[in-house]
């Protein structure tokens, strides 16, 4: 066997090797992190939770008290999700349900949208996103007060044609530079509330949530 044909064969054992460790080392750090990961995300969550309806607004436990509605594609909800209830005395006050806004300008947008048993928001935050920083990543709480302008807003205020960011002829702002972002969420927001008033008859009996209003 050549020098030349040796070689070959000592380099391509040594870069399978090399693949063969490489690949195991991902696998094993992928399996170790896996968990505090998922750990990390559920801590993000429920802090989000408790922004939208604080602990001394309700006197039950809101991680364990959830209540479950059905997927509908007419608003994007492609399979069973569950929502969380707040409640005061007995009585829900609030429910906060996740949703997915899935065109942002870099991929599905996730968010908590709550609303009152009367049908406003109380709050929106958005938990998880790829969206360019220092544009789209306005839609984050800790990054600027955009999605403040949710409160107090129903699928009655404003009328459904204001359900849209500025440049599109609705209410609610745009970012310089950036209109995917702001408009995905806009729009997540509006589908939650119009899929909650379509499931009303599942939802805690004191809700009233005005009627679904019809698409633009």
Do not use: C
């Not at 929502?83 to 005061?88: G, M, N, P, Q, T």
């Not at 939650?192 to 008033?197: G, T």
Request: a neutral charge.
């Amino acid at each position: 066997m050549s020098a030349l044909t040796q070689s070959i064969r000592r380099s391509a054992i040594g870069l399978g090797l090399f693949a063969v460790i490489t690949g195991g080392t991902i696998a094993v750090t992928q399996a170790l992190t896996k968990d505090r990961i998922e750990e990390q995300a559920a801590r993000a969550e429920a802090r989000a939770l408790f922004e939208i309806i604080p602990e001394q607004q309700h006197d039950n436990n809101l991680l364990a008290d959830t209540v479950t509605l059905p997927a509908d594609d007419r608003f994007g909800v492609l399979q069973p999700v569950q929502a969380w209830v707040a409640r005061d005395a007995g009585e829900a006050v609030g429910l906060i349900l996740p949703a997915v806004a899935p065109n942002g300008y870099s991929g599905n947008i996730r968010l908590l949208v709550g609303v009152a048993s009367s049908g406003e928001v109380l709050g929106v935050r958005v938990t998880s996103h790829k969206e360019t920083p220092g544009l789209g990543d306005k839609v984050e709480r800790k990054k600027s007060d955009w999605v403040l302008s949710f409160n107090g807003r129903s699928l009655t205020n404003p009328a459904p044609s204001g359900w849209a960011v500025a440049k599109d002829g609705g209410v609610f702002d745009q970012f310089t530079g950036a209109t995917i972002t702001p408009r995905a969420v806009t729009g997540a927001v509006y589908r939650s509330l119009r899929y909650l008033a379509a499931h009303q008859d599942q939802l805690p009996p004191n809700f009233d949530l005005p009627s679904p209003q019809e698409s633009r």
